[in-house]
């Protein structure tokens, strides 16, 4: 298995400029989560779906910040205007459905987002 | 969840055993201790997890106190590769599907020839 996939893997871009990240969750798993990651905050959770369907997005910080899962296999984070901000590293995980190893989340490599 | 406390950092020498701490007092009866470790750049990877019986695993066990307000990973023979954050996380088991997993500020776990 390829495990979670994340891309880019870098992203550098301009203040105002739409950014999408992407996420493509280890096959049979049915949750998946969206962190942000930085050196003052640590590791945030920004939303997370069961099933395709957001069950939590209080830690997505404001409009600007959407995520969509139109199937079971893809995910995306945008973030539209972006801002220096939003700087960070994004981490896509996913985790199978419950039956004893529903508890273990796996993590993507993260994609590095530099906001000038 | 309830709040958990850990060390800030600790030394461990390799091939000795590492024994991180931590501390959940305010625990709930359905609440599970965590353990996830982060090694630089790389995305945080789950260790164990246990509710009230210790844990072993290939990777390391978990000791968890009788009255659960405190628990302790341990990783048997530690390697250079150890060298990470280590989570502490306490967190409901749901029914159905997956429920948030937050994370705290860990232990930064450097291990040394």
């Keep these: ?116 | 969840d309830a709040k958990t406390t850990q060390p800030t950092s600790m030394d461990c020498a390799e091939g000795r055993a590492a024994n991180l701490p931590c501390n959940h007092s305010t625990i709930s009866g359905n609440e599970y201790v965590y353990w996830y470790r982060q090694i630089h750049s790389q995305g945080p990877q789950y260790i164990i997890h246990g509710l009230k019986n210790n844990e072993t695993n290939e990777m390391a066990s978990l000791i968890i106190t009788e009255d659960r307000k405190s628990s302790t990973l341990i990783l048997p023979h530690a390697t250079l590769r150890d060298t990470a954050v280590y989570y502490c996380i306490v967190r409901v088991a749901s029914a159905g599907t997956a429920s948030k997993l937050t994370f705290g500020t860990g232990t930064r776990l450097q291990v040394t020839l």
């Design chain 1, 1 to 116: 298995d390829a495990g979670v996939i994340q891309s880019p893997r870098h992203e550098v871009t301009e203040m105002g400029q739409e950014v999408t990240l992407r996420c493509k969750p280890i096959s049979g798993h049915n949750s998946l989560f969206w962190y942000r990651q930085t050196m003052m905050r640590g590791l945030e959770l920004l939303i997370y779906f069961n099933n395709n369907v957001p069950i939590d997005d209080s830690g997505m910080p404001e409009d600007r910040f959407s995520a969509k899962m139109p199937n079971a296999s893809f995910s995306t984070l945008k973030i539209q205007p972006s801002e220096p901000r939003d700087s960070a590293v994004y981490f896509c995980a996913s985790s199978p459905p419950r039956g004893g190893t529903n508890e273990k989340l796996f993590f993507g490599s993260g994609t590095q987002l530099s906001v000038l």
